[in-house]
């Protein structure tokens, strides 16, 4: 990987969506933050991953895949498309078997 494109590519494509949450030290900081409702709260690895486990259960074979970036320095802006099949509750949704 010779490109912070090419990271976020392989982060989304590969770690992600392959499920290889034991990674997530190669990629996500312990500052990881995430923003919410005008808030941000510091979630690090294990909240990331916590999170990924989430939406996993619920959409069990869910995909990531890029369609395209914006690379600005250090910055990458991506645009990717998530498929998978809502099988299980999210946030008291109940599931309805379609996929996405």
Known sequence: MNSNE???????????????????????????TVWADGKSEKVGVNGMKEHLEAIRHTYPDYRMKILRQFVSGDYVISEFRMEGTFQNEWLGIKPTGASL
């Open 6 to 32: 090419d990271i976020i590519r392989y982060f989304y494509e590969h770690i992600v969506s392959d499920n290889l949450l034991g990674n997530l030290e190669d990629f996500v900081s312990e500052d990881c």
